[in-house]
Structure formats: structure tokens, C-alpha cells
């Protein structure tokens, strides 16, 4: 096994644990995390998942069993240089996908995709296929996931998993529903490395808009989402998330803060 470097550089924002690497360093930490061949799970951090870990155990159990921890969103960016142990770059898990896929096709790494919206996953297989023709997807599934459910209701998914052998699994269910799924099926997905990537698959197949980058760069994602869907994401971006100020002013307060 790796020593896995990366985790010398792990901070905490909340109670969340964040690697400091950028691009280059997260691809060739999942690299290794595929070479080793012990399974992981790669989660993207933001605000709203920093707000969720202090009010919900199970995920917090989740990330405190990350294998690599990506920083997603600039606002976590810049509180980390606030409590003085700065993140070098934003690395989102939509700008992650594009990267990862063309060094899978490069490695010959078997991918797998599970969840997105209807059709998503497929047209995205398409599509990436066509841009990266040795790209091996090795099977894609639905997002029809009960977190709560019983084993025996998880047992077919993850039976077509096993058969097809992915060394990745790209989730894309949405938090904290991925997170929850593959930490607390880590043990069935086997050597796979689970990446939560949200949306990034509906963002390739074209059935979601993101944010141009000059939001994106400037920490005002959040606003494009909130215009787009305002009746789902209102009560997140408006009523959850701005506890997340609280949590970090109350960690640079903290005797135990870096000084």
C-alpha cells in the first residue's frame, strides 16, 4: 500500500477533513488509490456538506473515512487561508470528471457511472466515447437508491457493480445520498474507487447547465443554482448555509486553531 502523501497535507474545515492538493495532485492520488487496489472513496467538499456534518453523525461518518478530500466551492478556498492553512486550488468534482476520464482512457482504468437524471448517464457515456475513444465504461445504472433500504434492496446494484469489475465508480446521486452510499458500501464495491461527482454527468450530458466560470471563480455558483431551481435550492442557500460562517468563525476562535 501507498503511503498516500496527500494526507500530510489534510486540514479540517468544521469537522471535515480537506486535502491540500490541486488538479494534478488529486489525479495522481486517485491513480494511486486505483494502483493499490483497496477500494476508496473520494468525496468534494462545500459549504453545504461542512453545514450537514455538524447536524447529521452519519455523514460526518462518512467523511471521516475518506480516502481523498477535494475542495469544492470557493468559499471553503477562502476560509481555509482565514484559519491560516490555505488550500492551493478549487478542485470541484465537475472540474475533476473531464481530466479523470481522459487519464482513465490513457491507463485503460474500467468506469463505471451510477446515478445522474434520466438518460444522463447514458448520454454522457455517448458522449464521452466519442471524445475519448479508448475510454472503457463498463456499465452505467440508475440513481433508484435507498440509503435507508435494506440490504437485500442494495444487493442488485451492487451484484452488477462486482460483475463489472470498475476500478471507477462515479457517483453521481447527489449529497448527501453518494457520500452515505458508497462509504457505508464500501466494503461490497471492493477495490473500486468511489468518486462522488454530483451533477457532473448531467452537466456532460447537456440536461443541466453549470455556472459560467466567472461565477463559478468569483464564489457565486450558488446564485446561478438558486436562480435556475429557486424552489428546491432556496432553503438550502438561504436558510442551511449560512451557518457555515458561524462554524468557521467559531473554529479561528478555537484555542485548538492553527495560530
Known amino acids: 500500500m501507498s503511503s498516500r502523501p496527500w494526507l500530510a497535507s489534510r486540514i479540517r ?28 472513496r473520494v468525496f468534494t467538499p462545500n459549504v453545504d456538506h461542512v453545514v450537514q456534518a455538524e447536524n447529521d453523525p452519519r455523514f460526518r461518518a462518512a467523511y471521516q473515512d475518506v480516502s481523498l478530500s477535494l475542495v469544492d466551492g470557493m468559499p471553503l478556498l477562502w476560509a481555509s487561508r482565514l484559519l491560516k492553512t490555505p488550500l492551493p486550488e478549487k478542485v470541484s468534482g465537475s472540474d475533476l470528471i473531464m481530466p479523470l476520464m481522459r487519464r482513465a482512457a490513457e491507463r485503460g482504468y474500467r468506469v463505471y457511472f451510477l446515478g445522474g437524471a ?5 448520454l454522457a457515456r455517448q458522449r464521452l466515447e466519442q471524445e475519448l475513444p479508448d475510454l472503457r465504461v463498463v456499465g452505467i445504472d440508475s440513481g433508484r437508491i435507498d440509503v ?12 452488477r457493480i462486482g460483475a463489472a469489475a470498475p476500478d471507477l465508480l462515479l457517483v453521481a446521486l447527489g449529497a448527501p445520498k453518494q457520500e452515505l452510499w458508497s462509504h457505508e458500501q464500501r466494503a461490497a464495491l471492493g477495490s473500486a474507487v468511489a468518486i462522488g461527482v454530483g451533477a457532473s454527468l448531467d452537466f456532460i450530458a447537456g440536461a443541466q447547465r453549470r455556472a459560467p466560470r466567472w461565477m463559478s471563480d468569483s464564489g457565486l455558483e450558488w446564485a446561478y443554482r438558486l436562480a435556475q431551481d429557486p424552489r ?25 486553531a492553527p495560530s
Do not use: W
Not at 474545515?13 to 493499490?36: F, H, K, S, W
Not at 434520466?118 to 447514458?122: T, Y
Open 232 to 256: 428546491r435550492m432556496a432553503s438550502r442557500y438561504l436558510l442551511r448555509d449560512p451557518q457555515f460562517f458561524g462554524i468557521v468563525a467559531k473554529q479561528m476562535l478555537s484555542p485548538s
Open 13 to 40: 474545515i468544521g469537522t471535515l477533513p480537506v486535502d491540500g492538493v490541486d488538479l494534478q495532485g488529486a489525479l495522481d492520488a486517485i491513480d494511486d488509490l486505483v494502483r493499490e487496489k483497496q477500494g476508496g
Open 148 to 159: 435507508n433500504g435494506t440490504p437485500e434492496a442494495q444487493r442488485p446494484i451492487l451484484d
Open 118 to 122: 434520466a438518460g444522463a448517464a447514458e
